[in-house]
């Protein structure tokens, strides 16, 4: 859980996999059950992880009170940010989750979080398994493929944000969450 104390919101960031079950149904029933508070779900292997996740949903909530947001909906917005996508449409078809959708983020937000365990029990129940930290932050050659296309990275534009030491990895997350931060210039 993360405290954004500029804007009194509470963040839980966790993910679960999918066994073809219909992660829409599932969304639109969360979010009909907790209806004071913002939920979204994205497909896990197309994002860098917590930290992408969470940055993204932070400048979601900056556009927000800035009364800058793209969208009439903290959720979508949180998507747009997660998908560095002003289109509504290609922000779905890039991060939108599908009943093919192996691995789903999962973000909430709201003033308390004394919500976030009912949050994870019902998700737990929805897909017949606990919430997962663990896998924000699991990486695969698949997923690191995925997003090197999906952010269209080059094996160039990688290597020149690479500082010594850096991994692969913490280079391609860079620059997701700057294309990511940079929605805010394509306004």
Request: hydrophobic content about 40%; proline content about 2%; charged content about 30%.
């Given at each position: 859980?993360?405290?954004?104390?500029?804007?009194?919101?509470?963040?839980?960031?966790?993910?679960?996999?999918?066994d073809n079950l219909d992660p829409q149904a599932?969304?639109?029933?969360?979010?009909?059950?907790?209806?004071?508070?913002?939920?979204?779900?994205?497909?896990?292997?197309?994002?860098?992880?917590?930290?992408?996740?969470?940055?993204?949903?932070?400048?979601?909530?900056?556009?927000?009170?800035?009364?800058?947001?793209?969208?009439?909906?903290?959720?979508?917005?949180?998507?747009?940010?997660?998908?560095?996508?002003?289109?509504?449409?290609?922000?779905?078809?890039?991060?939108?989750?599908?009943?093919?959708?192996?691995?789903?983020?999962?973000?909430?937000?709201?003033?308390?979080?004394?919500?976030?365990?009912?949050?994870?029990?019902?998700?737990?129940?929805?897909?017949?398994?606990?919430?997962?930290?663990?896998?924000?932050?699991?990486?695969?050659?698949?997923?690191?493929?995925?997003?090197?296309?999906?952010?269209?990275?080059?094996?160039?534009?990688?290597?020149?944000?690479?500082?010594?030491?850096?991994?692969?990895?913490?280079?391609?997350?860079?620059?997701?969450?700057?294309?990511?931060?940079?929605?805010?210039?394509?306004?």
């Amino acid at each position: 859980m993360f405290s954004i104390p500029e804007f009194e919101t509470k963040i839980m960031i966790t993910a679960l996999t999918n066994d073809n079950l219909d992660p829409q149904a599932i969304l639109s029933a969360t979010q009909q059950e907790f209806r004071d508070m913002t939920i979204q779900f994205v497909d896990l292997d197309k994002t860098t992880g917590h930290r992408h996740i969470l940055l993204a949903t932070y400048n979601a909530l900056k556009s927000r009170s800035l009364d800058q947001m793209i969208s009439r909906s903290l959720a979508i917005e949180i998507l747009l940010y997660v998908a560095a996508e002003r289109q509504i449409t290609q922000a779905f078809a890039r991060m939108g989750v599908k009943t093919e959708t192996k691995r789903i983020g999962v973000i909430a937000t709201s003033s308390s979080a004394e919500i976030f365990p009912r949050i994870k029990e019902h998700l737990a129940k929805s897909f017949n398994q606990e919430c997962n930290d663990d896998l924000l932050d699991e990486w695969t050659e698949q997923r690191s493929e995925a997003i090197r296309e999906l952010f269209r990275m080059t094996d160039k534009e990688i290597q020149t944000v690479t500082r010594s030491g850096d991994s692969i990895r913490k280079s391609i997350q860079r620059l997701a969450i700057e294309r990511s931060a940079l929605l805010v210039v394509k306004k």
